[in-house]
């Protein structure tokens, strides 16, 4: 019922940006909040950023003034701009979609972040 793809990661040094991209595809609901969860190697996935379709944002503290999350809503796309990278944000990015009214998450499979000198 619903897809989610995202795009963007790669390699980057030490102090560098990225901007990830994700999309949720639907032909049949409504998308509500959308985010990114990181999970590194050894560790939990956590939340690093939601946003809801009114615009209201969330972030971890530990990314609070370096990442910025932002969305296009007629496209149901979400953005993620990493910036100030630091080699602890190095995981795979994973997006999250949820459904407005019907409920239920959806994920995309991920997209690898390397901060690597």
């Known amino acids: 019922q619903v897809q989610v793809v995202e795009s963007g990661g790669g390699l980057v040094q030490p102090g560098g940006s990225l901007r990830l991209s994700c999309t949720a595809s639907?032909?049949?609901?409504?998308?509500?909040?959308m985010g990114w969860y990181r999970q590194a190697p050894g560790k939990q996935r956590e939340l690093v950023a939601t946003?809801?379709?009114?615009?209201?944002?969330n972030y971890a503290d530990s990314v609070k003034g370096r990442f910025t999350i932002s969305r296009d809503n007629a496209k149901n796309t979400v953005f993620l701009d990493l910036n100030s990278l630091k080699p602890e944000d190095t995981a795979v990015y994973y997006c999250n979609a949820k459904l407005r009214f019907m409920g239920g998450d959806y994920w995309g499979q991920g997209t690898q972040v390397t901060v690597s000198s």
């Open positions: 639907t032909r049949s609901f409504s998308i509500g909040t």
């Open positions: 946003t809801t379709s009114a615009g209201s944002t």
